[in-house]
């Protein structure tokens, strides 16, 4: 068998009218349905969306499988390894949503016998058995591991597949050979590593060309960001694929609210890399309630006074910038409104624990938080005493006060689009490292790639990994073209979820050796477990950004029919 061609029975594969099609209308019906349940004389009522939270949740997972599905639809068809991780995805994401929808329309009434009818379909049922049956399985598992991992591709412009061959170069050359020991003995990212990224322009991705970054204006900025992203996180999520996240998110706010002086100042600094940048929004009371955050900042003589504590502050003690988002308004029934953003300038530390204080006495100390993985990165607990800023370190001056939620916000979709990225990066490293270790283990006389569970395990983690970064290409592209913000949600929620199940089962391959902490496997299975929580928490934006919207939009849209 060729490792590129599956039977030709697969390739006619055609699931948009007989399933996709029909699934959308049904996934429409129960999205209003539940948005009738929470709402209130027709606008969402939020004590009843906090009540209905378990359907919700499943309609935002149902949302991110039906996208990914409807987006690999065209590509299902062929006889390519591609085309039938397409097919494998869609139908396991056919039964997943129907079974979400089944609860949404349990919880609120609503008739599920379309759901069943549909499940039914004996197309369907030809559908799996094309598609997912064991001989199907075994096929593209094995394609999978003769193409050695090399799966889920992308078209990208020429400019956009050289910047990543170069950081792909880059990071299996200087950052893979360090990563495990960067990991097992929690170090800081060495600057070996920072200085050549500085080299190569990759803290001025997404700072425009006349503020000395490289980002064009043109339609292929975030796809460049998503995919130096993805190369670099391959080789390690915390000692290069989250190094370029914070400096994007404080440009975009920059960029979003920042006056000209400081776009000026600011964003050819950040581009070079000097300083490097920390975003300082979490505390240890409210997550990622973003609206309840309640770190003071104080009005004095030119200038303001930081009290109080922010924790999970991801790289705060290498950082040289912190975007700190801050109260700067006490009415706390201003909600977000009363928040700013103030930037707080400090010195560089390498170690997990630093102490700064201020020629007039205010005081910032900062201390590493020991996680399961993730390391090299480090997060820390923060602690501001007395801490003065001046007014030009407010974003926007005295026009930017209060609207430190929003500049906040402007970041967060490429961080989103970021996430999901790194997701793909973690997933692609696992799966070619499962390839090579079940080629290369022997069971009983046999190489663990030549079992029927083997196979079928590399087919359904590659399948999820090809959906997850063609989805996150597609919602790229159409971000660049003005498309819905609120996509990028969807594909960090899909991608981050999968990316702990493709780890899972391949250090499940691994067996013994898979739990080791010498074998990287191991690293990518718990740098993958942060990616559900960080940049929004999965439940934040399942329930908060992504059914808010698909409810919202499910009553207008009614309201206009």
């Known amino acids: 068998m060729k490792s590129n061609h599956l039977p030709v029975e697969q390739a006619a594969f055609q699931p948009v009218d007989v399933m996709l099609t029909p699934l959308r209308k049904l996934f429409s019906q129960a999205a209003l349905a539940l948005a009738r349940t929470c709402s209130t004389q027709g606008a969402l009522d939020p004590a009843l969306l906090d009540r209905?939270?378990?359907?919700?949740?499943?309609?935002?997972?149902?949302?991110?499988d039906l996208l990914a599905a409807e987006t690999l639809a065209a590509s299902a068809t062929g006889d390519g390894i591609d085309a039938g991780l397409a097919r494998l995805f869609i139908i396991d994401a056919i039964a997943a949503v129907i079974a979400r929808l089944e609860t949404v329309c349990l919880e609120t009434g609503h008739d599920i016998g379309a759901l069943h009818a549909l499940a039914a379909l004996p197309a369907f049922t030809a559908l799996r058995r094309a598609a997912g049956s064991t001989t199907a399985l075994a096929q593209l598992g094995l394609a999978v591991v003769a193409a050695q991992g090399d799966i889920g591709q992308v078209e990208l412009a020429q400019s956009v597949a050289?910047?990543?061959?170069?950081?792909?170069?880059f990071a299996a050359g200087v950052v893979a050979p360090m990563a495990g020991a960067i990991h097992r003995e929690d170090l800081t990212v060495p600057e070996d590593i920072i200085e050549q990224m500085r080299e190569m322009g990759a803290f001025g991705l997404s700072i425009p060309e006349a503020y000395g970054g490289s980002a064009t204006g043109h339609d292929d900025d975030t796809m460049m960001m998503i995919a130096v992203t993805e190369a670099l996180s391959e080789a390690s999520l915390a000692a290069a694929g989250s190094l370029i996240t914070r400096p994007e998110i404080l440009a975009r706010a920059l960029l979003a609210g920042g006056t000209d002086a400081q776009k000026t100042h600011w964003l050819p600094k950040i581009a070079a890399g000097r300083p490097l940048c920390a975003i300082s929004i979490t505390e240890p009371d409210f997550g990622s309630d973003v609206a309840s955050l309640m770190l003071a900042g104080t009005r004095t003589t030119a200038g303001w006074l930081l009290n109080g504590a922010k924790t999970w502050c991801t790289f705060a003690g290498?950082?040289?910038l912190l975007m700190v988002v801050t109260r700067t308004n006490r009415d706390r029934s201003l909600g977000h409104k009363g928040l700013s953003l103030l930037l707080v300038e400090k010195p560089s530390y390498d170690g997990h624990d630093f102490s700064f204080r201020q020629e007039g006495g205010g005081a910032l100390t900062g201390r590493a938080i020991p996680t399961i993985g993730y390391r090299g990165m480090h997060s820390f607990?923060?602690?501001?005493?007395?801490f003065f800023v001046p007014d030009d370190h407010v974003i926007g001056g005295e026009a930017g006060l209060g609207k430190g939620f929003y500049y906040t916000m402007a970041g967060m979709t490429g961080g989103?689009?970021?996430t999901a990225a790194r997701a793909s990066g973690v997933m692609r490293a696992a799966i070619?490292?499962?390839?090579?270790?079940?080629?290369?283990?022997k069971v009983f006389g046999a190489a663990l790639a030549s079992l029927p569970l083997t196979q079928a395990r590399i087919a359904r983690m590659a399948a999820r990994y090809a959906a997850c970064r063609q989805l996150t290409y597609a919602i790229g592209r159409r971000l660049e073209s003005g498309g819905n913000s609120m996509e990028a949600s969807l594909a960090k929620l899909i991608a981050c979820r999968s990316a702990e199940t493709v780890t899972r089962d391949a250090l499940q391959i691994h067996g013994g050796m898979g739990y080791a902490e010498e074998t990287p496997v191991s690293?990518?299975?718990?740098?993958?477990?942060?990616?559900?929580?960080?940049?929004?928490?999965?439940?934040?934006?399942?329930?908060?950004?992504i059914a808010r919207s698909l409810l919202d939009n499910a009553l207008e849209k009614a309201a206009q029919a």
Do not use: C
């Not at 607990?381 to 007395?386: A, G, P, R, T, V």
């Not at 490292?433 to 079940?438: H, I």
């Open 162 to 169: 050289m910047a990543s061959g170069a950081f792909e170069r």
């Open 318 to 320: 290498k950082a040289e």
């Open 523 to 545: 690293r990518y299975f718990v740098d993958a477990r942060v990616l559900s929580i960080f940049e929004g928490a999965e439940e934040t934006l399942a329930l908060k950004v």
């Open 381 to 386: 607990d923060l602690s501001f005493e007395n």
């Open 432 to 441: 070619k490292a499962a390839v090579r270790y079940a080629q290369d283990r």
């Open 416 to 418: 989103r689009m970021q």
């Open 52 to 64: 209905w939270q378990v359907p919700a949740y499943e309609l935002a997972f149902a949302s991110a």
